[in-house]
């Protein structure tokens, strides 16, 4: 069998690491770049790789082998043809809670199965893969990575209890092309200091970038929601909780380059009509920004459907997204269709609120369900595909005298890994909302940016 050091050398004149500057997922500059993928352009490399991959499991039992998408497909195919141990497939297609299925293949409960992976940088993809083949009743012991980028990857998915073994630690790379002049001492050194010094990412569970947020998105409303964000990059939504039409009117066209959203009460403006919506989304339209109703429905499905429909408001013909409670069940929530984004309030941002972890769990498992549930209103963190809406946010108040509590835009980035801050009376109370916008807008993409 060909030794790891002649492989290795094999595979860098394939392209595989790249020595340079690179801005990573994560937006840590990095001294290069891993690839594995072109590997499997080499059939040569891809089975010599899966030789390799197949000796460090010689003492380990496995009935299956499944490869974490998509880097990995081919060479856990290459392996399981070289070994005779059957494949299975894991879909890349996001988690969507319902009845899809999440792997393909032939296979019981209760069989070993051992996981491949390409690169391991924070384990957070290979985390997500396990969860998915354990809850099909397979039992994943062991893994095999071709590279450890050491960066703490291996380390939590040890101290999860599963036995990583990798074929080369960055290090080995490094070291290996050294001795063969492919690396000078300069960059030798630059990249040792970058592994010393950086980079274990956030391990314990990292927040999603908005891009990988898009890719478990399936309603049209989340989607364009995340994509406005991206292109205008802003996360702000802002509520405009005024009681006349025209001031709401002035304050959208004032800061509608800032924001992802307007959310509205329309029950507090007194002059509401039909013209003023019209208005409002054409200035929604040339500025680029959705609606957003927060209504709140709190009623047993029937009424709600009769609320979200008719009145004056007739909330279903104009508004993208609009709050719902869940205390009626997921019922009362598929009454709004599917053309409108629905927004679960999960957890309060008040003094005493009533909506404890209990209360909060059972409405994310709700949300969860129900198609057209696009994301919570919450103070807390949520699984990766729902979004988090988060109000309560002012740059300066930590309160008011009616129970609302304020955070910073940063504090809910960091700790609840939000994706989009909702300001009412720190934009509209501003003595100047544009530039108060502005501001909002920054500090949320800062705070945004710094913890991804
Ligand atoms: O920044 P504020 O306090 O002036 O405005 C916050 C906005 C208000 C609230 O009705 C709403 O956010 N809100 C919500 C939402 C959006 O559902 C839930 C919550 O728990 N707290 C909260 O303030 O329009």
Redo the contacts with the bound molecule.
Sequence with gaps: MINKEKFLLKSYELGIIKFGEFTLKSGILSPFYVDLRPLASSPELLSELSQLLLAMLKDCRHELICGVPYAALPMATAMSLASKVPLIIKRKESKNYGTKKMLEGIFKEGQRCVLVEDVITSGKSLLETIEEVEKEGLKVKDIVVVLDRQQGGKELLESKGYHVHTLFSIENVIDILYNHDFLNQSQVVKIKDFLKEKPTVQLSAPRLTYEEKLKLQNHSVSKKLIEIALSKKTNLIA?L?THKSAEILKLAHQIGDSIVAV?L?SDIISDFTENFIHELKEIAAAKNFLLFE?R?FGDIGNTQHMQFTGGIYKISEWADLI?SHVIAGEESLQVFGEKTGV?T?A????KG?LTDENYKSKAIEISSKVSNVIGC?A?SKLPSALLL?T????LTESG?SKG?Q?NTPEKVFSDYHTDFI?????IY?AKNPEEAAKKYKEEGWKAYLKNC
């Design positions: 509520s909780d959310k009460h927060d709140k709050t927004v309030i957890e309060m941002s008040s609120t209103v103070q809406f109000p309560g946010v002012n008011d609302q304020f909702i300001v009412g009376r720190g109370g």
